[in-house]
DNA sequence: GATTAGGCTTTG
């Protein structure tokens, strides 16, 4: 297990190996020998959990060594620290900001971002079955002794238990409540009602639970902050409340909360993941906690206790005049006046019944103003009443809510703040006041299924350039960048931007720019200061159109790596029908013998050479280098069992001369199949992939500029427009030298290394603004250079840079550089 | 170791 939690203080429980020796963070060089060297230090920065692919993570995360009778200096006590995989997802659940850790089975590797972040030289890696993290805790009161348990790992808390003497919880059935006395309960929630400011101190959840017994038990939940209470998404959910003191009221038993109350919520699908929902720092949850559970769900399901019909519906389904729940994506918001705000929000489904269409002034639009004329069928309008305010105006553009109890409304008579006379038919949405019927809006988390599934239907979706040029959600980009700390726990917003209409469109200063509102291109003229990475191979990134994600290309030694453990593991194996198998044992120097195997498509055999494909067994990946560059297309393949399989995405899936090929792990579903498929002229990658399941990955260039006039410096990106920015693709720049070369003099032309900022060509440039948020609510705004080519002098011309900005170039194709 | 509310039969 790679994750453990220490209790300080306690003789028991998991303890740090004893052949393990502590090494001090500022003497980690490259000669440092690593052999059972262990690092501690207190997290300063944790980073978000980024996904990679479904179940591979990766987390970075700051620490920073305190005592400094280790130290043999007080320089590079702070180091970045990269965990991967299981190990990433458990200390992002289970590990806090201050938090003291011990890192164990780590490698290094050279920091890329040293010169930025002025931190060690040098990054820890966590990756693999050695890879330990150890999580101090302090002493838990008396209360929870030895109860403290990771969140949402069942498994990690049980082998904690085990190893400590664990004070059973008890739990009484509904029927068995006496008033007067507190309790620990289990319950299904047939009905709630979401936080509400009560007129006390705190806000009030209501909620009513059942369970074997049959009883139905109202619970008063009351808490100061919202993250406290009882996290509901839908009747059905499964609550388990600590310490409830049972009270009469109206002649039967209610349940309020007490001192040391603490809820944990599950789904209560049956058969579906129990993954504890709670803000609790520490909770305990072992194997009873989940039978538990197991056993309330499989009763609910045979009880009929509510309709298994979720109140939840798509756009498309929905009625007039009824009411429902909606899970949806806010796209953009608006207030109304001082009682309403209207939120713009899609499910991805089209409503058979028209749309009201609501004019907002762009200018108090939080969010883009206006989306595609396709998108804006899609979008429902809900205005949002009173109490709930206050919770729409603090959710995020982007993320999924769910709203409850909304009311589709036909006509527009009764929407405040419009002007436009549309039909009745026109349906808008209402969250009226009041918590009746349940009525409220919900963050979804993430990883929920609700989330889940909507993803996949806007995905669906084709995507509106014109207003997102960011497919990727931000938080994901940011952290492929190394971005500053500052950011790093930025949460994603919709981004926006309008393509600018006027011909003529205002130059304006840096300094203006910024005091300038969002959702517009803005025309400036700057210099390059700076930009990131000053190597291009870190500048290309595979970006996958499917799930957005962006990934770092896999470097050689992984995919090397791959290639040698396929060869090594070879076993005998069948050729598919459709194709012949030709083995051969390699002898090359130094290397053991291998069996090379070539599987040629028989439909392909006569001209495998000219426009075939060819399958490869047992290369290394120099090997397959070399041979790409005799055949048109290579499919590295491997065997497993009898069967011949593709090998493990993170390396190519196909070579096309210089060329690479990756496949996205999570949208791809690899089989090996025949692709000499009839009336294909041209095998080229887009068929490979779509013939062996692959979801092909973009290779796109991704990189920072800082910008700089007489007014002030901007950090921008350069990203979707890259690629008409430098004319050159981003594929030529990650196979062919000549594009690199030529990229690299263009950087080097816009920004001469050595020389002074009057060497800096002046750039006439278009930016797009986008805004994210971090968690206190602080806007950031980054922008993104757009519409703009680089006209590149011709070579005659190579003369000093003048100091004064060129005339104004014509719009939309935009110069420069003289240098 | 007080107080809050104690569902609902909808409405802009």
Redesign the pocket.
Known sequence: MPFHVLLEGMGTGPQIPAHLTRISISLITTSTDLTNKVVKGKVVQKGPLVSLAPDNFILKTVIQEEDSELNASSQNLSINVVLFGELAKNFSQGVNQEDMVVAAGFTMSKSPTVRKDNLHPFNLLLSGDDACIYVFRPKPPPDDRSLLANKRSSTLSAEVSRKTKVPKYTYVRLGDLTAGSVFNVYGVV??F?QP?K???????S?L?ITDQSNQ?I?C?I?CEKLEDHPKIFQIGDIVRMHRVKA????DSI?L??T??FSVVTFDGTVGGAVEPRTSSRSFHFNQEDRQIVEELRSWASSQALFPTVSAAIHLSAVQP?S?FDLNCQLLAKAPIDS??ILLRVWDGTRCPHTLLKVNVEPNVTEGPSSFSKEKENIIANV?V??NHLDCARKLKLGSFLRIY?L?A?PGH????GLTSSQSVDHLAF??????????GIQVLPEDSLDVQELKRVLEAFPHDDMNEPFDLNDSALLEVWSTPPELLDGKAVKSSTERGDSPDMPLMTLSELKQCELSRVHHVRAQLRSYEPRRLHQALKLYCSKCTSMQEIPDEELVAGIFSEASSDYEPCNAPPWALLSAFLTDSPGSPDRALTLLLPRQLMSEVKTKGLIFLMGTTLEETYRLAASYQNIVPVRSSGREITLLDLSAPFLFRGRKRHYGCKRCSETVLRDPSAEGVKVIDEKVVAEVLGVQLLQCVLLMKLELQDATDTLEVFLWTHAESFFGVSAEDAAANQEAQNSIRQTMESLCPPGGSMDQHPWLDLFLTAYQTKDDVGQNQTCYQICQTTLIKPPPQNRTPTPPEPPPPPSPGSEITSAG
């Open positions: 047939v009905f009602k509400f009560s007129r006390g101190t705190d806000s009030c209501i009513k139905n109202t008063s009351f009270q009469f009221f109206k209610s309020v909360n001192f040391g005049k009411y009682t309403c205005f009443y009173d109890n009311r409304n008579s009764s929407v405040p209402h969250l009226h006041g009041g918590t009746s019927y349940g009525r």
